[in-house]
Every structure is written in C-alpha cells, then in structure tokens.
Nanobody
C-alpha cells in the first residue's frame, strides 16, 4: 500500500505562487504515474497535471503555462509549481499515484484571494 503525504498549500493573493509537494511512502513501483487533482466546493474532482516516472507530462487546459509538475524519483516525490494563481484555482488539491493500484493523499487547501 502506498501512502501519499502532501504539503505546501495555503492562502495567497491572485497573481502569487505556491509550490505543492507530495511524498510517497511504502511499496512504490518503479513505473508509475503521479499527479495532482483538485476539487472545489460543489464540483467534481478534476485532473490538474500528471507526470509519468519517465517524465512525460500532461496538464489541464486551464493551468497550461502557469503550473509546472515535476518529480524526483529518488525521493518518490512529485511537485506542483503554481504561478499566476487565480481565484478560480481555489480548491482542495489531492496527490494521486497510479501503478496498477491507485492511492490518494489527504488533500491540501489552496485558497487564492482576489
């Protein structure tokens, strides 16, 4: 079983930046996909960005050019650098791991004030 521990959320003004981190613990397989999803109140959980263990990435259209996902395989950690934040980016952000099985982090709140 894989445990994911997130950090880095918080409150920021519009136009600001935040960096989220997610560390994986337990039995992680070498080939996997890690990513970030977000869920705003009353809305479904949507993909923000994901990255394979080989470094391939894909992003939601709404964050392209503003967010960057990266990972350190040696540390089993994935990062999400969020720049030019907008109020509509406000949500709980969840880390996700997929390699046959799927695991989720507990979520970290990101609030962007206007």
């Amino acid at each position: 079983q894989v445990q994911l521990v997130e950090s880095g959320g918080g409150l920021v003004q519009a136009g600001g930046s935040l960096r989220l981190s997610c560390a994986g613990y337990g039995r992680l397989f070498r080939f996997n996909v890690m990513g970030w999803y977000r869920q705003a109140p009353g809305k479904q959980r949507d993909l923000v960005a994901r990255i394979t263990s080989g470094g391939s990435t894909n992003y939601a259209d709404s964050v392209k050019g503003r967010f960057t996902i990266s990972r350190d395989n040696a540390k089993n950690t994935v990062y999400l650098q969020m720049n030019s934040l907008k109020p509509e980016d406000t949500a709980v952000y969840y880390c996700n791991y997929v390699s046959g099985e799927e695991s989720w982090g507990q979520g970290t709140q990101v609030t962007v004030s206007s």
